[in-house]
């Protein structure tokens, strides 16, 4: 159910009540997710602007890259219920844990 705040003809502010259709919902509650992630793989020093190349695969590969890198940001804060941590800060803690790892022992 959702409320909105509405003025009325003759000035007077009236709240009233509605359900969306669950599509609807789904929409306007995940909408943003996209941007997020487009915003963080842009900001602020996307991988595709360092590693400047116009040769296809890599190109593609560093989008992937990219995506991926927010996409684990945006995860990991929204399962601790924590702000994002800044994107320099979580790639520089992810390029040391990747560099540090006991995977193979």
């Given at each position: 159910?959702?409320?909105?705040?509405?003025?009325?003809?003759?000035?007077?502010?009236?709240?009233?009540?509605?359900?969306?259709?669950?599509?609807?919902?789904?929409?306007?509650?995940?909408?943003?997710?996209?941007d997020d992630t487009n915003n963080r793989r842009h900001?602020?020093?996307?991988?595709?602007?360092?590693?400047?190349?116009?040769?296809?695969?890599?190109?593609?590969?560093?989008?992937?890259?990219?995506?991926?890198?927010?996409?684990?940001?945006?995860?990991?804060?929204?399962?601790?219920?924590?702000?994002?941590?800044?994107?320099?800060?979580?790639?520089?803690?992810?390029?040391?844990?990747?560099?540090?790892?006991?995977?193979?022992?």
């Amino acid at each position: 159910e959702t409320l909105r705040s509405v003025t009325c003809a003759d000035g007077s502010r009236s709240t009233i009540r509605f359900k969306y259709p669950e599509p609807i919902s789904h929409h306007n509650r995940a909408k943003h997710w996209v941007d997020d992630t487009n915003n963080r793989r842009h900001d602020p020093i996307a991988l595709s602007a360092v590693w400047r190349t116009k040769w296809w695969p890599t190109r593609q590969f560093t989008f992937l890259l990219e995506v991926a890198e927010a996409n684990a940001a945006n995860a990991r804060s929204r399962a601790r219920k924590q702000k994002t941590e800044p994107q320099l800060d979580f790639r520089r803690s992810l390029a040391k844990k990747m560099l540090t790892n006991n995977l193979d022992d």
